[in-house]
């Protein structure tokens, strides 16, 4: 037995195994010895000089150098085997990873290459000031003896940084000149605070999804001890605890769904509309106010809600801006008993004030509530052509907020017709104080309305 | 409103988006810069819910004129608004990169007032990251729907990678979800992204100093199961996809219920397990040589979800099998169920200088369940004698308890291995 001793870093070993190598001096008749004293059976091995290096293939040096990681002094003894192995057994040996030896050589470099993989991933610098300048500085608590390997990675990406990684094995120093090592240090000679991590942690707990806890995954990615350094793991108790109450106002934001699985007849739209909940302006108002007009009807008018006459009677558009349409459409020859008339709201949304119910708009949201009611009027009549007034109306049926003057009274193809036309409601008409202008904007409207013609 | 309130909101808005990965792109730090991008992705944190925090994902805004049922941001939600600056967002992403807790950033928007303006403000924050805060990190951005050509080619001259979401698997789906949309808007964007791909990746050729654009290519995220359409049209659309736009990867994302949800949407998500499933399929048809008529052949409108796809193609066509390990070429192996590509690799060299046993198919960790029944190897005669039999497939199916646990959605867009 020869006792080989060496400092526990991958070159002073490559140095006596070469020599031993050389001398063919079995595996199992090394002791591989890494600490300073010690005593152990056997005789001392004595340095010889050696001229040519036995021939290896450059493979087994790349796994061998990250192997050599390892946090275990077995790692020295199946490094020589394997070597040993190449050179008497079967050159190509690394190739085989069914073989026992190889297999735990895999495994190891995987562990130290994983370990590696997580200290690029964990190292988390905290911004120091130090003699006027500023020094980002890390802790970082490896499994394997890995300082060197990770060194350049971070050389690389923080190069015009200076920092310091501190390990308990060595301390790696960067000042955006040279890469420097020194010796390892305790944690706590890290510093405490930074200034950036209450916004980090204002991230790590909004991205989180309350509906899914997968701790066990968590830990097997993000592994207990190394949660010491990682600002964000104070937050993983308190995440986890919140998750319940966090998920209930979730679900109580939940709106229920109008959507019909089917096509209705124009009675059971009349009759489901009166149960629906997708929003509350029904609530409030007398009820829900259906569209009306012949069913096989070439053309729909969609408005943007019933108003207070009509929240009273129960008809679409028969109030004033009801009474201005029918005057608009007769100037064009039109019957408004030829058309469908509905709104793209089916409820009146109005506010108590100087003892009238005055209309305010439905928001975006009441609007996108109610589109499946009017898409089953869209499906039971199969317009010809579609005629939104104002808004509100275009936004149900495009999708998005559009601007009046950019969209008016030009034709296009939409997804519920491929003839759909854009006009002001009558009401914005109504609205002109100027009698001048409304005039003005009236038989612009009229004008328009030419164009369904 | 604090920048702290501005990001909490901004960024629970992005967290619907399902890319997450900076992989596929390296670029060495500039001397003296800060951020470089290795060849995979690094995941430097996990949330509970076992999901990766990789970017820092976030909106520049989550204002948006688009009613778009599927999307939290919608006009018609009533979520909190906040707009950060550009500044804000060049400040926030160096100060996280620079404390190593992200590779990079995923700034996508709502669209605040016009796709124009919007694109340009994203593109003004990865221009001021690269040139004046020499940042090399990862940079994606969203191309924002309906945002001009030009933009886009000036976009990918920072970023790494483009993407315009395809959002649903057929036009029908976009009319009813998100009227304001069209497949054909949203091609002709990745048109654009892919032909300046395709001019820089020519000009680069040429002259090594030619400006690189989005080397990491486009992605792009179709939402599933918000609408009735089958995993054949979304294979489908996903393969011309590939085929057309020469897209990386295509995302697929279970629809979720979001807060405030648009009552023109389903009720329920969709299983988990679809997603899961249709990863695979995309990872069959991408990496293991399958074509989509094999995994889903005419009469099939949606997979199996209690089979995985190579599975269910290999009971289809037993006649294939069983293969012998020792001898059958690469594309073949590929195809047995149960192993992956780098078990196909490691078989491959390991059978150069020996015969590959039963016993060595346990040590590589394959799924033995599966792969025993169709492969022969020297001892497993007894389980050959099944790949006739009908009980096969009962045998094979896999209980249900065991699925939500195993199969991680976000997991299986980064493996996908089958």
């Known amino acids: 037995m020869y006792n080989v001793r060496f400092a526990a870093d991958f070159e002073s070993w490559r140095i006596k195994a070469k020599q031993l190598l050389v001398s063919n001096i079995k595996p199992d008749e090394i002791n591989w010895i890494t600490e300073e004293t010690g005593f152990h059976f056997g005789q001392e091995w004595t340095d010889i000089e050696v001229t040519d290096s036995p021939r290896i293939p450059r493979e087994y040096f790349e796994a061998a150098s990250v192997v050599s990681c390892f946090r275990d002094d077995s790692t020295w003894t199946l490094l020589y085997r394997i070597a040993w192995r190449i050179l008497h057994e079967q050159r190509e040996l690394l190739k085989i990873s069914l073989d026992a030896d190889v297999r735990e050589l895999e495994n190891r470099h995987k562990s130290v290459m994983r370990d590696l993989h997580k200290m690029k991933a964990f190292v988390r610098f905290k911004e120091v000031q130090q003699d006027g300048k500023i020094l980002y500085v890390a802790w970082h608590r490896p499994d394997h003896r890995i300082s060197r390997l990770a060194a350049p990675f971070f050389k690389d990406r923080f190069n015009g940084m200076n920092w310091i990684i501190m390990t308990e094995d060595e301390t790696i120093n960067w000042d955006q000149k040279s890469l420097t090592f020194s010796e390892g240090v305790s944690s706590h000679n890290a510093p405490s605070i930074d200034s950036a991590e209450d916004l980090w942690k204002t991230y790590y707990s909004s991205i989180f999804n309350p509906a899914r806890i997968k701790i066990g995954a968590m830990k097997k990615e993000m592994p207990v001890r190394h949660w010491k350094t990682l600002p964000e793991s104070e937050l993983i108790t308190s995440l986890i605890d919140e998750a319940p109450e966090r998920l209930k106002v979730f679900y109580d934001s939940q709106r229920p769904n109008a959507t019909q699985e089917k096509q209705l007849t124009y009675p059971e739209i009349k009759e489901a509309l009166k149960s629906c909940r997708s929003c509350d302006i029904c609530q409030k108002a007398t009820g829900p106010v259906m569209g009306e007009g012949p069913l096989n009807a070439r053309i729909m008018f969609i408005g943007e809600q019933p108003g207070n006459e009509e929240d009273q009677i129960g008809t679409p558009f028969i109030g004033p801006a009801g009474q201005l349409l029918e005057k608009a459409l007769l100037k064009r020859g039109f019957n408004r008993n030829e058309i469908y008339i509905t709104n793209a709201v089916k409820g009146f949304k109005w506010i108590y004030q100087s003892s009238m119910r005055l209309h305010r708009s439905a928001n975006a949201s009441e609007i996108s509530a109610c589109k499946p009611w009017l898409k089953q009027e869209l499906n039971l009549i199969k317009p010809q052509i579609v005629v939104c007034l104002g808004r509100s109306a275009a936004q149900s049926i495009l999708g998005k907020m559009v601007k009046m003057e950019e969209v008016r009274g030009k034709f296009f193809s939409s997804s519920v017709c491929d003839k759909t036309i854009i006009l002001p409601h009558p009401s914005s008409i109504l609205r002109i104080q100027n009698p001048n202008e409304r005039e003005i904007a009236f038989n612009r409207f009229v004008e328009e309305l030419g164009l369904i013609a | ?418």
């Not at chain 2, 951005?141 to 933009?151: E, F, I, P, Q």
């Not at chain 2, 036009?171 to 091609?187: F, N």
């Not at chain 2, 002259?207 to 792009?220: E, H, L, N, Y």
């Not at chain 2, 990867?249 to 969709?270: E, G, T």
């Open chain 2, 1 to 418: 409103m604090e920048i702290k309130d501005k990001l909490a909101i901004l960024a629970d808005a992005a967290k619907y988006d399902a890319s997450c990965g900076s992989s596929g792109v390296k670029r060495k730090a500039q001397a003296g810069g800060i951020g470089n991008v290795q060849g995979a992705g690094i995941c430097h944190s996990y949330t509970p819910d076992g999901r990766c925090v990789s970017l820092l994902k976030i909106l520049l805004t989550n204002f948006c004129i688009f009613d778009c049922s599927y999307c939290v941001n919608r006009v018609s939600s009533e979520v909190k608004r906040a707009k950060f600056t550009v500044d804000e967002v060049v400040k926030l992403t160096m100060d996280f990169y620079k404390r190593n807790y992200i590779e990079g950033l995923f700034l996508s928007s709502g669209v605040a007032n016009n796709p124009d303006n919007t694109m340009e403000e994203m593109i003004l924050v990865a221009k001021k990251l690269r040139l004046e805060e020499k940042f090399g990190g990862y940079i994606h951005l969203k191309a924002v729907a309906g945002c001009s050509d030009a933009l886009l080619r000036k976009a990918g001259l920072y970023a790494d990678r483009l993407s315009a979401n395809i959002e649903l698997p057929l036009q029908k789906d976009l009319d009813d979800l998100a009227p304001a949309k069209t497949h054909s808007e949203i091609e002709s964007s990745m048109n654009s992204i892919r032909e300046s791909i395709l001019e820089s990746q020519e000009e680069t050729a040429k002259f090594s100093k030619a400006p690189v654009f989005a080397p990491g290519g486009q992605s792009t995220q179709m939402i599933v199961g918000a609408t009735q359409s089958s995993d054949r049209d979304i294979m489908l659309k996903a393969s011309s996809l590939y085929e057309n736009q020469n897209l990386k990867r295509v995302y697929y994302s279970a629809f979720s219920p979001i807060p405030d949800s648009d009552p023109n949407l389903p009720l329920v998500s969709p299983p988990l397990m679809r997603e899961h499933r249709l990863y695979q399929s995309d990872w069959l048809i991408r990496l293991y040589g399958f074509n989509i008529q094999e995994v889903l052949p005419e009469d099939h409108e949606n997979l199996n979800l209690e089979l995985d796809p190579k599975l269910s193609w290999a009971l289809r066509n037993r006649h294939l099998f069983p293969v012998d390990l020792n001898s059958a070429p690469r594309e073949t192996l590929l195809r047995v169920p149960g192993l992956g590509i780098r078990n196909v690799e490691r078989i491959i060299e390991s059978r150069k200088f020996r015969k590959i046993r039963y016993e060595d198919l346990v040590k590589m960790r394959v799924q033995i369940q599966k792969i025993k029944f169709f492969v022969s190897v020297d001892d497993n005669k007894h389980d050959l004698k099944l790949l006739d039999s009908p009980l096969l497939t009962t045998i094979l199916t896999e209980k249900p308890s065991v699925q939500l646990d195993l199969f991680d959605a976000p997991v299986s867009s980064i493996t996908g291995e089958v």
